[in-house]
C-alpha cells in the first residue's frame, strides 16, 4: 500500500488537557478516512497535528515517510502549501476577492503565473458549477456556493492529501449532500486522499476508512 501520511503515537497536550491520547493513523494515497466523534473529543486536534500545523507532544506524524518533526520551518510551510488542501465548516475565504481569485490561491503561493492559475482554476469551477460566477467577490455568495469554492481552493493545486473539518457543516442537508458528492468525486479523481471531520453518518458511510474518535482516543471501526 502507498501510505501517504502516518501517525504514530501521537500525544496532544493543551498545558493539562490531553486533547489527543497516543493516536496511530495511516492514509493511503487517494484514501478517503472519515473522523468521527462528540464535540470536544479531539478531532480538531488531531486534525492539526496530521496537517503538521500543531507538533504533538509526544509521537511522528510522517508525510511520505519523512517526519514533520525533521523539517525547518520553511519547509513544512512549503509541504503545507503546496502538498496539502484544507476545507472548513464556514469556507474561510478572503471575501474582497473573487471566486476565481480565491480558488487560483494555492497556485499562485506555487509561483503559477496569474493566467494560467486562472485557466486552471476556472476549469475547476465550472466543474463545481461555479462557470457564471467566476467574477463574483465571494461575500456575494450562498452558503452552498462559497462552500464550493472553498472545495476548489483546497483541490486545485491538486494537493496529496486534503484536510475538511465538517466541510459541510453550515450546510442544508440537500445542498451538503450535494458538495460533498463533488468535493469526493472530483478528490478521488485526481487521487487525492481526504480526512474529513464529520459528526454525519451519512458522511462517514461514503469513506474507505472510518475512525472514531472519544476522549482524545481514536479507534478504527471495522466493517463487520
Ligand atoms: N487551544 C486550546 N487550548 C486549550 N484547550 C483546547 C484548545 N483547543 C481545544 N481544546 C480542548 O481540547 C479538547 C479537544 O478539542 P477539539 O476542538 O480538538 O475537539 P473536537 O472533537 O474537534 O470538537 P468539535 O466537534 O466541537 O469541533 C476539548 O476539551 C477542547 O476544549
Partial sequence: MDTVLRAEG???FYGEQHAVRKADFSLARGEVAAIMG???SGKSSLLYCLAGVLPPTNGTVSFEGVPFSTLPDEELSA??????????QYGELLSELTVEENAALPLRLAGIDKDRAHVIAAQVLRRLGLGELLRRRTSKLSGGQAQRVAVARALVHRPDVVFADEPTGALDSTNAAQVLDEFLQLARGQR???VIVTHDADVAARADSQYTMSDGVLAQR???
Fill in 222 to 224: 471495522v466493517a463487520v
Fill in 192 to 194: 487525492t486522499a481526504v
Fill in 10 to 12: 501521537v500525544d496532544l
Fill in 38 to 40: 462528540s464535540s470536544g
Fill in 79 to 88: 509541504l503545507r502549501r503546496e502538498r496539502i488542501g484544507f476545507v472548513f
